[in-house]
C-alpha cells in the first residue's frame, strides 16, 4: 500500500520562497506520476507540477512557471516543489500525489498526501 507524507508548508509574504517536501513509502513501482496538486475552499483540486519518474518529464501549470521547481531525488525517495516569488494567490493547501501517469484530472490520482497549508500575504 503507497503511502504519501507532505510538509514544508507555512506562512510567508508575497516574494518570499517556501520547499515543500513529500516522501513516498509503500510499492510503487518503477514507473508513476508524482504532482503537487493545490486547492482552495470551494475549488476543485488543480494540478501545480508532475514529474513522470519514467522518462522525467516534468510539467507546470502555466501560473506557477518559471516560479516553482518540481524534483524527485531517487536516492532520498523525496519530493520536493521549491517555490519561489510567492503570491498570494498562490495560497492554497497542497497535496502530493500519486498516480500511474501525469493528469490534470484529480480523480485519477491513486493516492493522496494529507496535505499542508501555504498561505502567503500581500
Known amino acids: 500500500q503507497v503511502q504519501l507524507v507532505d510538509s514544508g508548508g507555512g506562512s510567508v509574504q508575497a516574494g518570499g520562497s517556501l520547499r515543500l517536501s513529500c516522501a513516498p513509502s509503500?510499492?510503487?513501482?518503477?514507473?508513476?506520476?508524482l504532482s503537487w496538486f493545490r486547492q482552495t475552499p470551494g475549488q476543485e483540486r488543480e494540478r501545480v507540477a508532475s514529474i513522470f519518474t519514467g522518462n522525467n518529464n516534468i510539467y507546470y501549470d502555466a501560473s506557477v512557471k518559471g516560479r516553482f521547481t518540481i524534483s524527485f531525488d531517487k536516492a532520498k525517495n523525496m519530493l520536493s516543489l521549491q517555490m519561489n516569488n510567492l503570491k498570494p494567490e498562490d495560497t492554497a493547501m497542497y497535496y502530493c500525489?500519486?498516480?500511474?501517469?501525469?493528469?490534470?484530472?484529480?480523480?485519477?490520482?491513486?493516492?493522496w498526501g494529507q496535505g499542508t497549508q501555504v498561505t502567503v500575504s500581500s
Open positions: 509503500g510499492n510503487t513501482g518503477s514507473r508513476y506520476c
Open positions: 500525489a500519486i498516480g500511474n501517469g501525469c493528469y490534470n484530472d484529480p480523480k485519477m490520482v491513486a493516492v
